[in-house]
């Protein structure tokens, strides 16, 4: 078993930055490929990016291509979302996930386990 908190979100302006972290616990960490979704309301879980067990490998989402940037450090048992350039449609919970595949996933149900959500509200 796995399980993961995030952390770090919050209210913030249009432009402005702001760094969500997931710690894991349970499961080897560094055997974990890593996903960030989001959900706003009345939508959808939408995929935004994923990262490979040893840190090497993302891959983004059209949508957060180049204002975001995921990162691990697998000693702390920590994935991170940088996130740069926030716009108001990037309000929604965001919510991290673990899976075993080595480079991960873009679907939800590649992923086997989930935290329970940090808001970032973006207000313009």
């Known amino acids: 078993q796995v399980q993961l908190v995030e952390s770090g979100g919050g209210l913030v302006q249009a432009g402005d930055s702001l760094r969500l972290s997931c710690t894991a616990s349970g499961r080897t960490f560094s055997s974990l490929s890593m996903g960030w979704f989001r959900q706003a309301p009345g939508q959808e879980r939408e995929f935004i990016g994923r990262?490979?067990?040893?840190?090497?490998?993302?891959y983004y989402a059209d949508s957060v291509k180049g204002r975001f940037t995921i990162s691990r450090v697998n000693a702390k048992k920590t994935v991170f979302l940088q996130m740069n350039s926030l716009k108001p449609e990037d309000t929604a919970v965001y919510y991290c996930a673990a899976g075993s595949s080595y480079s991960g996933s873009n679907y939800r149900g590649a992923y086997d386990y989930w935290g329970q959500g940090t808001q970032v509200t973006v207000s313009s």
């Open positions: 990262i490979n067990w040893t840190g090497d490998l993302t």
